[in-house]
């Protein structure tokens, strides 16, 4: 029977709330496919351990979280605790250790979903973005020169190496071509002159190898207003890790709530574990209350189980998430249902057991 390793860090706020789901989930899928099985290292990492220790994460953690197969993370973040630090010595530490430069985040309206825009049907609302994750506006590069001094100066650089778009890039082509989708790149080339020049410079460059490929490219700022007012253009994304941060939050308010968006930082050599994790925070509003929506995290669990190859399984997962949005019976406050995290949880194992794959 294959084994799949996974280090599990729930993390802060409702963190631990949704990864209680997300691993009931992925043990009931084991354990009806009968040929793999989970094996959970749990990891108490986060804000509270901060507190406990003055640190993030524990000092060899890196070298604890290479031997997993891949990584299963809730949320970081909490107040109290600044959140540059909570999120640099931890989840952002993890995704620059392990390379995992492709952020995979479907922007995908399920049936039922409930959706702001007007006249908008679910095949309209169907991409993938492609947000590049290891350097770009996030390299975490600058300095504070005369700090609290009155002539105080920060600067906070960009960071695009060639090596970096070149591989963002070609994945995104790679996957519009095997998807048969377009490809939309979204910069900004106009405003900065140097590094989104490169960027788009190298787009088409790429480009040049994928003639199969219908591409377009937007400014970041049309590219939001096309989103939300014609969304149906965009299929396959790529573009800068801060572009894809704050796109891929607009695509989550289309695509039914930041409660339903998932997300896959992937390693795709496999040389270090990939992590999967829903995109939304540790949302300290509604933690600790049952409020809080699992759909993300079980649409992680599907992108890991892709991941490891159980596809089946992973539209399974995907099928139940809309059937149980369509029938509006078991849903949590931020989808108009009143029931609890868990009783979503308990639903989609319910569904998992009453139609196997
Ligand atoms: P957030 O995503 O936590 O919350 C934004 C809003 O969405 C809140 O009203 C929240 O209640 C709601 N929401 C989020 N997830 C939900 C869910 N599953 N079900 C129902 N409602 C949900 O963003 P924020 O408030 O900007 O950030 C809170 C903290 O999380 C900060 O410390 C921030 O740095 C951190 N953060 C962490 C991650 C991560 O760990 N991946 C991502 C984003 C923000
Ligand atoms: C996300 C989050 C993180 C990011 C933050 C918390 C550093 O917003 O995963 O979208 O910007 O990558
Ligand atoms: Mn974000």
């Given amino acids: 029977m294959q084994t799949h390793k996974i280090a599990v860090i ?9 990864i209680s789901v997300g691993m009931k989930v992925l043990n009931k899928v084991a354990e009806l496919d009968k040929s793999f099985k989970f094996e959970f290292t749990e990891y108490p990492w986060g804000c509270e351990y901060y507190v406990k220790t003055g640190r993030m994460m524990a000092e060899n953690g890196i070298e604890e979280l290479k031997k997993s197969d891949a990584i299963f993370l809730g949320a970081v973040g909490y107040p109290g605790v600044p959140d540059h630090i909570s999120l640099w010595d931890l989840l952002l530490t993890i995704r ?3 390379d995992q430069y492709i952020n995979l985040r479907p922007v995908k309206l399920l049936e039922g979903a ?5 006249d908008v049907k679910k095949e309209d609302v169907d991409m993938i973005f492609v947000r590049e994750n290891s350097e770009g506006e996030y390299a975490g ?19 695009f190496s060639r090596k970096g778009c070149e591989r963002v890039i070609r994945y995104a082509y790679e996957l519009a071509r095997k998807e048969k989708k377009t490809l939309t790149s979204i910069s900004k080339g106009n405003a900065l002159n140097y590094s989104m020049v490169f960027w788009d410079k190298i787009f088409a460059e790429v480009g040049e190898d994928y003639p199969d490929v219908k591409t377009y490219s937007y400014l970041v700022d049309a590219a939001s207003m096309f989103m939300v007012k014609d969304p149906k253009r965009f299929e396959i994304v790529v573009t800068s890790n801060l572009f894809g941060d704050i796109l891929t939050d607009l695509g989550a308010a289309i695509a039914g709530g930041m409660g339903l968006a998932a997300g896959a930082n992937l390693n795709p050599e496999r040389e270090f574990p990939s992590m999967f994790e829903p995109i939304h925070g ?16 079980v649409w992680s669990v599907s992108q890991m189980l892709d991941f490891f190859g159980h596809d089946a399984w992973a539209a399974r997962l995907i099928e139940i998430i809309e059937e149980m949005l369509v029938e509006k019976k078991v849903l949590t406050p931020d989808l108009q249902g009143t029931a609890t995290t868990d009783e979503v949880g308990d639903e989609v194992i319910r569904k998992l057991m009453e139609k196997s794959v």
Avoid: M, R, Y
């Avoid at 729930?10 to 949704?18: H, L, Q, R, W, Y």
């Avoid at 590069?141 to 960071?159: A, C, M, R, Y």
């Fill in 10 to 18: 729930a993390g802060d706020g409702i963190g631990p709330e949704v």
């Fill in 96 to 98: 620059k250790s392990f």
């Fill in 114 to 118: 409930p959706c702001p825009l007007k």
């Fill in 141 to 159: 590069s600058g300095s504070w020169l005369f700090k609290d001094k009155p002539n105080e100066v920060v600067i906070q650089d960009g960071v």
């Fill in 282 to 297: 540790s949302a300290p509003d509604i933690a600790g209350k049952g409020l809080a929506d699992p759909f993300a995290t």
